[in-house]
């Protein structure tokens, strides 16, 4: 306190530590595996990573690259979008490299709300978005995503939007749930935000990760090309988390308003990193096969564990994560059983319950990552059958 007033501002009030930092240290506290935080355990392709080394010995990205992004990488996101989904994009009015997809989220917020603006958002959300539409003092709606498979209750989203409705913030494929929207759902939606004027921002992070239907772009759809702001990153596709390199997609007057919010939170990162990612871009189709059908592997494998274990498994179509019920445990509480999964099994999970406004809807569910090496879930898999004994 000084003054008589906390330090934190009002708007971050209650956003304390994340829970990826509070697992994680758990993890190394207990010497636990780790399937709390999604990251893989080891890194992505060679010749990207060569690629990047390249390009810092050969001085390319160590000063300030430009504020959009350097153009080789520009342009290889306008090549990706056209190979994978058919979208034509100028490279230098429609494409902005961010710190990440975090920094495109917050710069999104920051750039497109006015104070008491309402974002319609399904939760559970991934944990910065409530964060990022404080700090824009917009207001959070939340529209809960339900167990068994938590398909969007679209009547919901029709009745939730006000005149208040500046935008809805999606993710899909969906973190922590694995949900993947399909092309109906998508094309409701579509409906919904012309006929309400809504922006959208899509979150596409894991695009490459769908094991169960197909990744489709919203704006890729009718009407969509001029009110959606596209976002995704290299670190899940790529395997590079600790890169940080993001972007934004969108028509022209959406990344002039993004960019202009996002040169004053980073202004430019990760320059040789940018080269790289260029690179990866354009990895031949192969490599993305391969990267989801190892993905998929590794679901089904940890997944089969933990049904042998005795958790209920909610089947993820996406991402790496798989959300479990532990109902059947007897346990209700996924929070205190994450704090004592350590203990019991060696084993660090996630509780969904703390990525939801309701926290009563998320009570009883886990979250584990599967993006780890083939031992560490065998291994994981044989410490969580304990809790079956
Ligand atoms: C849904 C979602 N969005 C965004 C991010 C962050 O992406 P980046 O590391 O590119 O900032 C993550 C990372 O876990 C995520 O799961």
Redesign the pocket.
């Known amino acids: 306190m000084t003054q008589g007033r906390p330090l934190l501002n009002r708007r971050l009030a209650g956003f304390g530590t994340t829970i990826f930092a509070e697992m994680s240290a758990l993890a190394v506290r207990t010497g636990s595996i780790n399937l709390g935080?999604?990251?893989p355990d080891t890194d992505g392709p060679e010749e990207i990573r060569e690629a990047a080394v390249r390009a810092l010995r050969d001085g390319r990205g160590n000063q300030y690259p430009p504020g959009p992004g350097v153009p080789e990488l520009r342009t290889a996101i306008a090549d990706h979008q056209r190979r994978r989904y058919g979208l034509s994009l100028d490279p230098d009015t429609e494409v902005l490299v961010t710190?990440?997809?975090?920094?495109?989220?917050a710069a999104a917020m920051l750039a497109l709300l006015e104070p008491g603006d309402e974002v319609i958002a399904f939760e559970p959300f991934?944990d910065?978005y409530a964060a990022c539409i404080a700090m824009a003092g917009g207001v959070r709606v939340p529209l809960t995503l339900r167990a068994p498979d938590f398909r969007p209750d679209l009547d919901a989203l029709r009745d939730a939007i006000t005149p208040r409705t500046r935008l809805l913030l999606l993710?899909s494929p969906?973190?922590p749930t694995g949900m993947v929207l399909t092309r109906e759902e998508l094309t409701t939606i579509a409906g919904l935000a012309v006929e309400h004027d809504l922006l959208v921002v899509t979150?596409e992070?894991?695009e490459h990760l769908v094991f169960e239907g197909e990744h489709i772009p919203l704006i890729s759809l009718p009407g969509m090309r001029e009110r959606t702001v596209s976002?995704s990153?290299?670190?899940?596709t790529f395997s590079y988390?600790g890169w940080?390199?993001?972007w934004v997609v969108a028509a022209a007057p959406l990344v002039a308003a993004v960019r202009t919010a996002k040169q004053y939170l980073t202004y430019v990162s990760a320059g040789p990193f940018q080269y790289a990612v260029a690179e990866a871009l354009r990895l031949p189709d192969a490599y993305f096969d391969n990267f989801r059908a190892d993905l998929r592997r590794k679901r089904d494998l940890l997944g089969d564990g933990l049904r042998v274990a005795g958790f209920e498994v909610h089947q993820p179509q996406g991402?790496y994560f798989i959300t479990t019920d532990i109902t059947r445990f007897g346990e209700k509480d996924a929070y205190a059983f994450c704090r004592v999964l350590p203990e019991r099994c060696g084993v660090v999970a996630v509780p969904n319950s703390v990525f939801y406004d309701d926290p009563e809807a998320g009570r009883a569910q886990v979250r584990f990552t599967f993006c780890k090496k083939d031992e560490v879930l065998h291994e994981a898999v044989g410490r969580l059958r304990r809790l079956a004994s």
């Open positions: 935080q999604g990251f710190a990440g997809a975090t920094e495109a989220i991934y910065s993710n969906h973190n979150d992070v894991y976002i990153s290299a670190g899940k988390t940080k390199v993001g991402t």
